[in-house]
């Protein structure tokens, strides 16, 4: 006798049967499926057990089929169980509260070990706790900015501030007033504007052009040998590699709150650049390691905001596409 079961109970889908037939589980704008609550399933798959249960997580709504299919004799059978749709507030609501850890782990696990090992080289070199406290904020906020958030800037704008100290007691001219006059402004105005056209926790992205971006190229190469003249005045040091990343942060900066995309693309060599002054500042400075060990990890959640970002922005387009 073949004994069937079908419960439908908000996310969560039961179903059963006697006999060993393969189920079939067809969806459409799901977000992920997972297996008994733990291991996550494409939004297709077979499955031949008698009954298990599998958790709908979307955010938006969800349409949805299961069907039953078995072979007797060389001839197939299907039977559709159910057709339904998911609705997408409790969708949203079970993606916040399963999703954070899941997606944010490797990072989460990259800022314990890099917080570690700033306090370890923080003591090691007896610096003062004022001196590394804008690098224990900067961890949060490079967390957020990997995931281009808009609430990035906003904490990184206050924060700016604190840097502007440390960069003045270094020498660093190009670098302070960088963190004062065009960094934390900038940041908060990239919060504001950016909290104007929010998408999800980000914003609305889009693409300069190829006149834009040569126009950009050439004023950052003015830009770059005009300000090299007048720090090679002032003797400022490591002149090149301070210009170099000061004038780079300065164009993401502009880019940022105009929510070009390429900002994050710009990033990466910023953060190379910033890797190779701090190595070299080591030299004469040893206690450094402390801003490199930061600065590495700053350059894994640029490399992690790059590809959120293409992600975001080509989602963003896909969009506007069917709406069209």
């Known amino acids: ?20 037939w393969f189920y079939w589980i067809r969806f459409s704008g799901v977000k992920k499926l997972l297996h008994q609550g733990e291991k996550e399933v494409a939004p297709g798959f077979c499955h031949s057990h008698t009954a298990f249960e599998i958790h709908i997580i979307t955010e938006e709504s969800a349409s949805f089929q299961i069907e039953k299919k078995r072979a007797v004799q060389g001839v197939s059978e299907n039977r559709t169980l159910y057709t339904g749709t998911v609705p997408c ?29 700033i306090t370890v080289t923080g003591i090691l070199f007896r610096q003062a706790f004022l001196r590394i406290l804008p690098l224990y904020i900067s961890l949060f906020v490079m967390l957020l900015n990997s995931r281009v958030s808009r609430f990035g800037p906003l904490v990184g704008g206050i924060n700016s501030l604190l840097y502007a100290v ?18 934390c402004p900038f ?44 720090l090679q005045k002032l003797s400022s040091n490591y002149m090149l590699l301070d210009t170099t990343t000061s004038l780079l942060g300065v164009l993401i900066s502009l880019l940022t709150i105009f929510a070009y995309v390429e900002y994050t693309v710009l990033s990466i060599p910023s953060i190379l650049v910033s890797i190779c002054l701090y190595a070299t500042m080591m030299r004469d400075s040893p206690e450094q390691i402390t801003y490199l ?28 596409a069917t709406k069209e």
Not at 1 to 20: Q, T
Not at 296 to 312: E, H, M, P, Q
């Open 1 to 20: 006798m073949n004994r069937e079961k079908l419960d439908i109970d908000g996310f969560n889908v039961r179903f059963g049967d006697a006999d060993f």
């Open 187 to 230: 940041q908060i105005v990239t919060f504001i504007r950016w909290s104007k056209h929010p998408y999800e926790n980000s914003t609305v992205f889009r693409r300069m052009t190829w006149k834009q971006r040569g126009l950009t190229a050439l004023a950052f190469a003015a830009a770059w040998l005009i300000v090299c003249a007048v």
């Open 89 to 117: 507030e409790k969708g949203r609501k079970m993606l916040k509260e399963d999703s954070f850890i899941r997606k944010n782990l490797f990072i989460l696990i990259l800022l314990t070990v890099t917080g570690i090992l």
């Open 293 to 320: 060990v930061y600065t590495l990890y700053a350059g894994i959640c640029t490399l992690r905001a790059f590809f959120s970002a293409r992600a975001l922005y080509k989602k963003q387009c896909a969009a506007k």
């Open 166 to 183: 440390v960069y003045l007691h270094y020498g660093l001219y190009a670098s302070a007033a960088y963190a004062v006059l065009v960094s």
